[in-house]
Nanobody, 114 residues
């Protein structure tokens, strides 16, 4: 079974930056498009960015302009770099395939406070 492990979350002040990491089971990133998602309390999970197997990355409007994503297919890992964080960015952040078809990992909590 494919596993996803997210890490790097924490507490940060408004305007700060964080870098999140995702490690997937071997071979995962070469087989499917991947993405970063988040879920804030009481809200539906949102797709932030799609990292295709090939081609350009696709960013949703949720955090567009404030995030960058990269992947290392050989290491089955992805990175989400976030900057200029706002209180509304407080959420649990996840990686998964796009569309999500892998069992969700635990996610990593990000708390943005003023």
């Amino acid at each position: 079974q494919v596993q996803l492990v997210e890490s790097g979350g924490g507490s940060v002040q408004v305007g700060g930056s964080l870098t999140l990491s995702c490690v997937a089971s071997p071979g995962t990133l070469s087989q499917t498009a991947m993405g970063w998602y988040r879920q804030a309390p009481g809200r539906q999970r949102q797709l932030l960015a799609t990292v295709p197997r090939g081609g350009d990355k696709i960013f949703s409007d949720v955090m567009n302009g404030r995030i960058a994503v990269s992947k290392d297919t050989a290491k089955d890992s992805m990175v989400l770099r976030m900057r200029d964080l706002k209180p509304e960015d407080t959420a649990v952040y996840y990686c998964n395939a796009v569309p999500p078809k892998i069992s969700w990992g635990q996610g990593t909590q990000v708390i943005v406070s003023s």
